[in-house]
């Protein structure tokens, strides 16, 4: 009997101890987004990324072809993604398109294998604002290289929605300047027609 608590014991421990190890082989990847902000019709830059949120460096488990190294970005409804900014590297950007059912593409960008826990990797989408759509709404979002579900052991922020802020449009100039730019002419001429009949009547005079 005591032989068996033991026994039970041990394995229980060593369940704890692999669960332990195998926390600690995973990576957090944190979904980062910022609002697409502007009028319609203008092109804007968005920051759109990922953060290594620990504790692993990346996914070491050695599954291949199942390493979460990549994430999609859904561009909102209404709005269409014209380019990638170059990265400060100066090197090509990490990003495929890929065809969806409706609307533009979405770009799934592969994550760098050097991704120290802490670290932020994020790229400058250029993004046009075709159209308001009410409560549109874009993603960020993790996904494993072959489009299986990651690996991770915090899932809840594993997407970031990309929304849209679509400013009012500039107010158009009022037409308040014109009849003042008439009045003025009018002036002037009344006055210039008044100044040449009083020169005409001097000269009338002094003949």
Do not use: W
């Amino acid at each position: 009997m005591a032989a068996a608590a033991v026994l039970t014991a041990g394995l229980g421990l060593a369940a704890a101890r692999a669960q332990a190890g195998e926390a600690t082989r995973l990576v957090d990847y944190q979904a980062i987004a910022q609002p697409v902000a502007g009028r319609v019709g203008q092109t804007v830059e968005v920051e759109l990324g990922v953060r290594n949120g620990g504790p692993a460096a990346r996914d070491t488990d050695g599954r291949a072809g199942h390493d979460p190294g990549a994430y999609e970005v859904t561009a909102p409804e209404g709005t269409t993604i014209t380019a990638l900014a170059t990265p400060a590297d100066g090197g090509a950007h990490p990003c495929t398109a890929k065809a969806r059912s409706e609307g533009g593409p979405s770009y799934v960008c592969a994550i760098g294998d050097d991704f120290p826990a802490g670290d932020r990797e994020t790229l400058r989408f250029h993004v046009r604002i075709d159209k308001k759509v009410e409560g549109a709404e874009g993603r960020v979002e993790i996904v494993d290289r072959d489009g299986c579900p990651p690996r991770d052991p915090d899932p809840q922020n594993d997407s970031a929605p990309i929304r849209v802020e679509v400013a009012d449009p500039a107010p158009a100039p009022t037409s308040d300047a014109a009849p003042s730019r008439t009045l003025l002419l009018a002036t002037t001429s009344g006055t210039a027609f008044s100044a040449a009949v009083i020169a005409l009547g001097v000269a009338r005079r002094r003949r």
